[in-house]
């Protein structure tokens, strides 16, 4: 059974920093491109960032450029997501996905498989 399973998310005040972790299971992921996406109370959900399969390439929403990093380790089978300067508007559950691409992946349709989540709450 293929698991991704999020950790890493919790209560942080505005300016904290929080890392996120993405451990899969059941079968490797080496070979494809990973995924952060995010989503609020009452949005739909949105990419935050993509890691090529090497981890050499990245791409990132606007909104999280520069505060965000996302990074993988493929002998641990783990993606990571360092989140630094947070906002309120940061506040989300978390979602890691695997892409069915080994390149940068940001359209959600090109994700197949999902984390259940992790919250992130940035209070003030």
């Known amino acids: 059974q293929v698991q991704l399973v999020e950790s890493g998310g919790g209560l942080v005040q505005v300016g904290g920093s929080l890392r996120l972790s993405c451990a899969a299971s059941g079968r490797t992921f080496s070979g494809n491109a990973m995924g952060w996406f995010r989503q609020a109370p009452g949005k739909e959900r949105e990419f935050v960032a993509t890691?090529?399969?090497?981890?050499?390439?990245?791409h990132y929403a606007d909104s999280v450029k520069g505060r965000f990093t996302i990074s993988r380790d493929n002998a641990k089978n783990t993606v990571y997501l360092l989140i630094n300067s947070l906002k309120t508007e940061d506040t989300a559950v978390y979602y890691c996905?695997?892409?069915?691409?080994?390149?940068?992946?940001?359209?959600?349709?090109?994700?197949?498989?999902w984390g259940q989540g992790t919250q992130v709450t940035v209070s003030s």
């Open positions: 890691i090529d399969w090497s981890g050499g390439s990245t």
């Open positions: 996905a695997a892409a069915t691409t080994a390149a940068v992946a940001v359209p959600s349709s090109w994700y197949n498989y």
